[in-house]
């Protein structure tokens, strides 16, 4: 029976779930068997939930990634520069194969990372980078290779769907659930990097790349959070049969490929309106295959672990095959950024001051802007006199909303700033 060696950088919560993942095999369905020979981490001394000292100790990842008892390189520090990449680099040019469940590294890294394993030979795998357990690397990569894709969509962050589905469900403002997330684990201490968009984005980019064998390049990439969203911006928009998620797209666009992860509403028929709390779901349309959605855990040690197992696993059998599915052969589109012509329908929101002639101002502002009302909800004056309105635009382009925008922003009867989201088609 085959054995895997494998070198372990980074002991954290998904680390210690692999140690013990590795020291419970036998319960596994794995080709062969799975040896840890080397660990490192930044605290040798921390107390961890998995026995780790019986492991030969690097005080070095990048040494550990050189060490020649090692086959397989696991990568499991984080960030997208320093130790990780240099010790992800040295492995790929020590032959050996890497793992990893680093999305900042991939989407910031991965196109130079993923030629550099070419060249030597060896297989880049990053399945836990994206959706921890929901197997979508390799279900785009690799089981959807027969389909043309053209779009996927998905919620990619369970902080953020957590907020948003909280909020709704409970009345409770933005600040006041964030806390909660903190307190129950969904959210980390400094959660910047969830609530701005930024994890989610690093992930459709992983995602875009492999999907419509694309370069890579994240300076295209948009980004917007649910930082900006209030509970006022849900609760108008389920008045008027919509559900706002913080939505991951890659589609098509001409010969380039746009990726954005921004703040969606989207009809409460639609599949991804449906998924509440911590899930993520994703979404694939192509031909000749039509619509394939997949949800699970997308983090957590558990879900994430079994995703680097899974890598692992398939190691047993190298072949050192593309990292991003791309062969020589295939067509390469680039990532580009929306042109302005790009139509949408909208929700828009503003709050404006109750007064005569409010409504008529807002109304002409759209028109002169190029936008026109589907549907409008005008609310009841809060404390200070402004009433909230949301309206649904009929289809128009990015140019056209962005005017609008600034109109509305610069009416005397505006109160704070409004907010715009683009509206999903219906799946039905």
């Given at each position: 029976m085959k054995t895997l060696k494998l070198g372990i950088a980074g002991l954290g919560h998904v680390g210690c779930g692999l140690v013990d993942l590795?020291?419970?095999?036998?319960?596994?369905?794995?080709?062969?068997?799975v040896e840890i020979t080397g660990v490192t981490a930044r605290n040798r001394s921390r107390n961890r939930p998995?026995?780790?000292n019986s492991?030969?100790?690097?005080?070095?990842?990048?040494?550990?990634?050189?060490?020649?008892?090692?086959?397989v390189f696991v990568e499991l520090i984080g960030g997208s520069d320093g130790p990780a990449k240099v010790a992800v680099e040295t492995a790929i040019k020590s032959?050996?194969?890497?793992?990893?469940a680093n999305k900042a590294l991939i989407a910031m890294h991965g196109q130079a990372l993923a030629e550099l394993a070419r060249e030597h030979g060896v297989d880049l795998l990053f399945e836990a980078a994206v959706a921890g357990g929901v197997p979508i690397v390799r279900v785009l990569r690799d089981s959807l290779a027969g389909v043309e894709i053209n779009r996927?969509?998905?919620?990619?962050?369970?902080?953020?769907?957590?907020?948003?589905s909280e909020m709704l469900d409970t009345g409770k403002s933005y600040e006041t659930v964030l806390a909660e997330a903190q307190r129950l684990g969904f959210a980390e201490a400094d959660p910047t990097l969830d609530v701005s968009g930024m994890d989610a984005a690093h992930k459709a980019a992983i995602l875009a790349a492999i999907a419509f064998s694309a370069d890579l390049?994240?300076?295209?990439?948009?980004?917007?959070?649910?930082?900006?969203?209030?509970?006022l911006d849900l609760d108008l928009a389920d008045r008027l049969g919509l559900r706002i998620k913080l939505i991951a797209e890659g589609k098509i666009a001409?010969?380039?490929?746009?990726?954005?992860?921004?703040?969606?509403?989207?009809?409460?028929?639609?599949?991804?309106a449906r998924i509440n709390g911590s899930l993520n779901t994703v979404r694939v349309e192509g031909e000749p295959l039509g619509a394939v959605t997949l949800t699970g855990p997308g983090a957590g040690p558990g879900p994430t672990a079994s995703a680097v197992m899974g890598d692992v696993a398939k190691l047993f059998n190298p072949i050192a095959r593309p990292a991003f599915g791309h062969a020589e052969h295939h067509a390469r589109r680039k990532f580009v950024v929306a042109e302005a012509n790009e139509t949408s329908a909208y929700f828009v929101r503003v709050k404006l001051m109750d007064k005569a002639g409010s409504?008529?101002?807002?109304?002409?502002?759209?028109?002169?802007?190029?936008?026109?009302?589907?549907?409008?909800?005008q609310d009841s004056s809060d404390d200070d006199g402004a009433a909230p309105i949301a309206i649904m635009t009929h289809l128009c382009s990015r140019t056209a909303i962005s005017n609008a925008r600034e109109r509305l922003q610069s009416l005397a009867s505006n109160v704070g700033t409004p907010q715009i989201m683009a509206i999903e088609a219906s799946s039905e």
């Open positions: 590795v020291q419970r095999q036998e319960n596994l369905r794995l080709p062969g068997q998995v026995e780790t492991y030969r100790w690097f005080d070095d990842a990048a040494k550990l990634a050189a060490d020649e008892s090692v086959d032959g050996k194969s890497v793992v990893t996927v969509t998905g919620i990619l962050n369970g902080t953020c769907n957590f907020l948003l390049d994240f300076s295209k990439v948009s980004v917007s959070g649910v930082d900006g969203v209030e509970l001409g010969e380039g490929v746009v990726c954005r992860v921004e703040p969606f509403a989207l009809p409460k028929s639609h599949p991804l409504l008529a101002e807002l109304t002409e502002a759209l028109a002169e802007a190029g936008v026109s009302i589907d549907k409008l909800l």
